[in-house]
Structures are given as C-alpha cells and as structure tokens.
C-alpha cells in the first residue's frame, strides 16, 4: 500500500531526514511559491528546479524510480487540462501547468518521505495549527490502517458469502450500508476503547514524541540556503 | 474533487488560504468548545472510518460502483463544526500522505469541501431534520457534493484555466450524477446506523445555533454564484479579468507613464505583489475579526 512504503522511506536515516519538520515545511512553501509564480516558458528555471529535487532526492537516500513514479498520480488531472490548453492554443501554458504540478507533487513527496508523519504533524503544530486540529490528525492517522484492514475484512467476508457472485441493485445497495453502518458503530466502540485506556495512562492532552524536536543552526541554515538559491534562481 | 497545485492562479489561492484559515479557527473554536475529551479520539477515528468507507462498495448502475464522500454523514453524526474540522483533516492528509490536491490549493480544497461542502450539507438538516429526515439528508449530501463541485470548477474557471462550454456542462453534469448517489447512500448508510442505535445521529432541533444557520446559508449563496462563475459564458469572466487589468493597469501605470527606467518592470511588477499581498492581509484580517466577533456574540 502506498502510505506503508511512504511510512518506510520517512524512518530511513540522511541529512534531509534529520532536519527539523518546520524548517522543511517552510522551504517546501517557499518552493511551491516559487514555482507557482514562475511564468509559462521559463524552460530553464523549471529545469534547475527539477536538478535540484533530483539533487535532493538523491541526498535523502530515496529511490529516485519510486518517487518519480509515485508523483504521477497527479498527471492524469493535469494531462487532461493541459490536453484542453492545447487545443485552446496555449500550448506553452499547458506544458507549463503539467511540469509545474508535477514538480510540486515531487516535493511535497520528497518532504512527506522524509519526514514521519507524526513530526510533520508536530511541526505544523509549532508553526501556530491549533492543537485540537493536530490532535485529531493524530488520531487519524494512527487509525486510517486499522480501519482500512477492518473494512477490508468485510469486503472479503462479503464476497465469501455471496460464493464469488456480485449483488446488484437495490439488495447490493442494502447490503453496502448495512457494512458501513457496522463499520461505523465499530469505529465509534473502538474510539471509546481508546479513550479509556488513555485515560488509564494519564494522557495529558497532547502527545509527546519520541524524538525531541529542536530548530538548530543547521536547521536554521539549511532553510535559509534552500530559500535564497529558490529566490535567486527564479529572479536573478 | 481534489484541485492539484499549479492549477489555480496565485491571487485565487492566496485569496483562499487567507478565507480559510479563520474560518477553520472559527470551525475548531466551535468544536473545541462543546466537546469533552472523549470526543477528541472519536474525531479522529471517525476521519479514518470516512477513509476506510471508501473501499466499500456500492453498485450503481451498469458495471459501474460509487462510494461515500462523507461531509453529510459527519455533520449528522458528529454536528457540523466537529464534521468541518475532521474534514478539513481528511484534506490535510490526503494532500501530504496521498498526493490527493496541492498544498497552496489546501486552502481551496478545504473551502470547497470541509467548509462549504459540510456546511451547505447541514443545512437542510438542520431546518427540515426533524420534520422531513430523508429527504433532508438526501439534499444536504447533494448540496454538499454539488457545491463543492461547482466551487472548484467555477476557482478553475477563475484562474484562467482553459474550459470550453460543453466540457464544464459535462462536469456539472457529472457532479449532479455523484452529488445524487451520494445522496441516495447517505441516506440508506444513516438509516442503517439509526437501526442499530439511534443515539449515534443528531437531533437536528437538540440547539439553536443561529451561527451556524447563518453560515449555512452563506455557504450555499456561495455554491450557487460558483455554479453561475462555472456554467456562464468563459467570454464573461475574460471580459471582468481584462476590464478589471485594464483598470488596474491604467491606475497603476499611469504615474509611472514617464519613467522609461530599466527597472520599469520591476517596480510594476513590485507594486503589484504588494497590492496582492495588502488585499490579502485585508481579507484575512476581515474574516479573522468576523470569526472573533461570531465566538464573542455566541459565548455573550
């Protein structure tokens, strides 16, 4: 599954991995800005743009082959719009729209696969998202595999049932709700589980992570290098 | 429909962002104000169970399989300020976990779908709930995917993104199709959990939140002006974009007409961002300074 090996890249050790979550959330927004404001035709700032990803990429200890070929989920929205472009008689506005959201996809993969989601998911709270917001994404993402698993077990348990044949119409219709109202009630008996076994353990209102998470010089450096070559590459 | 980064202009998401950040504070104030800490673990395992549902699936029609988006079923369930906020998480997620919709566009998506979407799918809840509940659900799940859809075709539409006639009647048309399966499965998936135990749907008329309400209505003013932005004539909107320049052009230019400096363009070009950036501020510290008022007049 797609998250399960995001999950294995973003526990993998490098200089990328070991900055801090902020101050890799602060150069991807300074690089998707960058990006955005960059005309159509402005082939080699794309290009030196797309090194550097490379580049990063490369330092991360990522597969290059997996995360080009992940990025793609986002072409077949923009190939069709930059299809549409084309026959308007944009072609450079529609080559433009495709490398530019590609690119932006590749970085916020490159940051998502070095950095575990629940430091990410600190690191915004840091930068000022409320905690209750943060807290709930927490939560979420602890569950999403759970859940997913338990609804997979009922779509096997289903198909086992009918014999291999589909229903269809008002009676597969019924039988659709019918597992997802019980997913439902399951997900809300386990929420209250949950709730009870922090309270055994006297959770305090927020999570505390593993892994101390400070804003260093070398932090401090890495965003401010990152920003003033982006900056300097678009406008120089 | 998860817009990808690059696609809308930098004055519409920008715009959006600085709309939806106080107005998701307001949303997460709102939740975090009724709820106690048991309720935190639930929102969140409810964010997973709307992920999970999407692999359970519903035949409909020819060969073909829908399954739930989920704004309305959270409202129903959780109460529309707690549904605007796991939403807005599920966005979140989607876009930095599964490359689901850009980061600049976050603010965007989570306009169109966790705020407008959840909101314009409480509504009719909220108002006929108790008197006529399946047809109340029915049209709060279609308003909430039809909105949402329309929004994001109509920002599309807006940032200049080429979209011939027939192409934008054939997506509404496709957002109606969805917008009314989803409708139909909200309302079995609700019967079906009120079967088992009735405590776990709201009861519409339990509060009077006028705020709420209020915003509901907003909501789908704005889904409605999204969908006229999205099926009006492209001419019409190049029209308002080339007068609007023309004028800012003219205002903006006009003092500088004599300078023939190098740096001409830079400066427009400066003058401009710093234009965009001030009508940003504005904007946010308008919806900021709304969102305040809201919670004051509601704890007053």
Do not use: N, S, T
């Given at each position: 599954m797609h998250h399960v090996l995001l999950e294995r890249w973003s526990q993998r050790a490098s200089p990328l991995h070991r900055r801090d979550a902020r101050a890799k959330i602060l150069a991807l927004l300074v690089f998707l800005v960058v990006l955005a404001t960059t005309p159509a035709g402005a082939g080699a700032i794309l290009t030196t743009y797309a090194a550097l990803l490379a580049a990063a990429i490369l330092i991360a200890r990522l597969p290059l082959s997996g995360i080009v070929s992940r990025s793609m989920v986002v072409l077949p929205f923009s190939l069709t719009f930059a299809l549409i472009s084309w026959l308007a008689g944009e072609p450079w506005r529609a080559l433009a729209l495709v490398e530019k959201s590609y690119l932006s996809t590749v970085a916020v993969l490159l940051v998502a696969g070095t950095t575990p989601l629940p430091l990410l998911l600190g690191g915004l709270e840091r930068l000022g998202a409320p905690r209750l917001l943060v807290l709930v994404a927490q939560f979420l993402y602890r569950y999403l595999f759970v859940l997913s698993e338990q609804a997979q077990h009922m779509r096997l348990a289903a198909a086992c049932r009918q014999g291999g044949a589909t229903v269809r119409g008002r009676n597969g219709f019924r039988a659709a709700s019918g597992a997802l109202a019980v997913l439902f009630a399951r997900s809300h008996e386990r929420a209250e589980g949950v709730h009870r076994a922090m309270r055994a353990r006297g959770f305090s209102g927020r999570f505390s992570l593993l892994h101390s998470q400070r804003f260093g010089a070398r932090d401090g450096a890495f965003l401010l290098v990152v920003s003033a070559f982006l900056v300097l590459v678009r406008f120089g | 429909m998860h817009i990808p980064d690059n696609f809308l202009s930098p004055p519409v998401w920008a715009t959006l962002d600085a709309i939806s950040v106080p107005a998701v504070g307001l949303m997460v104030r709102q939740a975090g104000r009724d709820l106690d800490d048991a309720r935190i673990p639930l929102l969140g395992v409810m964010g997973a169970f709307v992920f999970a549902a999407q692999m359970i699936n519903f035949p409909v029609g020819v060969g073909t399989s829908g399954h739930l988006v989920g704004g309305t079923l959270l409202a129903c369930t959780l109460g529309p300020a707690p549904a605007v906020l796991v939403m807005t998480v599920i966005i979140a997620i989607q876009a930095f976990?599964?490359?689901?919709?850009?980061v600049l566009a976050l603010g965007a998506n989570v306009f169109n779908m966790a705020v407008i979407g959840v909101l314009a799918g409480y509504w009719p809840f909220h108002v006929w709930g108790a008197t006529r509940h399946r047809a109340a659900i029915f049209a709060g799940a279609f308003l909430s995917v039809m909105v949402s859809g329309s929004l994001a075709l109509g920002e599309l539409r807006m940032s200049g993104v080429a979209m011939p006639r027939p192409l934008a009647v054939v997506s509404l048309a496709l957002f109606a199709a969805s917008a009314a399966i989803e409708g139909v499965i909200t309302i079995c998936v609700i019967q079906a959990i009120e079967k088992l135990n009735a405590g776990y749907v709201q009861k519409p008329r339990a509060s009077n939140q006028r705020t709420l309400a209020v915003f509901s209505g907003a909501a789908i003013a704005l889904g409605v002006v999204g969908f006229l932005v999205a099926s009006a004539a492209p001419d019409g909107i190049q029209r308002l974009g080339i007068q609007m320049g023309l004028t800012a052009k003219t205002v903006l230019h006009a003092p500088l007409a004599d300078y023939t400096t190098g740096s001409f363009l830079e400066s427009a070009w400066m003058r401009r961002a710093t234009a965009g950036l001030a009508g940003l501020l504005l904007i946010y510290a308008v919806c900021a300074a709304t969102a305040r008022w809201l919670v004051r007049r509601r704890s007053a």
């Open positions: - | 976990v599964f490359q689901d919709g850009g």
